[in-house]
Nanobody, 126 residues
Framework: QVQLVESGGGLVQPGGSLRLSCAAS????????IGWFRQAPGKEREGVSC????????YYADSVKGRFTISRDNAKNTVYLQMNSLKPEDTAVYYC???????????????????WGEGTLVTVSS
């Protein structure tokens, strides 16, 4: 069974940190670009970050640049999103996604997603 499973979400105070994980089962992540997307209540899903299959290229939305870091460990079939200096506006459900194209990930083209995770909730509040 092909699955992407996110973990690591939770409640954190403004200025705090969280590390999200995205683990794949049933397939190997080696050949996929992995993207993190998020959806806040009442808003559309937006792209946050992408990492190419080799890990050599990364992309960040302007809203998270300098605060979030994406990385991958293909040996563990897992991708991570380290989130620092969190703000209330980062509150959202975070989804990881596997895409065949790094370019489509950067374009936040959800139609390019082959597999979605079910999401993990991040709440930034005092």
């Amino acid at each position: 069974q092909v699955q992407l499973v996110e973990s690591g979400g939770g409640l954190v105070q403004p200025g705090g940190s969280l590390r999200l994980s995205c683990a794949a089962s049933g397939f190997t992540l080696d050949y996929y670009t992995i993207g993190w997307f998020r959806q806040a209540p009442g808003k559309e899903r937006e792209g946050v970050s992408c990492i190419s299959s080799s890990g050599g290229n990364t992309y960040y939305a302007d809203s998270v640049k300098g605060r979030f870091t994406i990385s991958r460990d293909n040996a563990k079939n897992t991708v991570y999103l380290q989130m620092n200096s969190l703000k209330p506006e980062d509150t959202a459900v975070y989804y990881c996604a596997a895409l065949g194209s790094y370019r489509l990930c950067m374009l936040q083209a959800v139609y390019g997603v082959d597999y979605w995770g079910e999401g993990t909730l991040v709440t930034v509040s005092s």
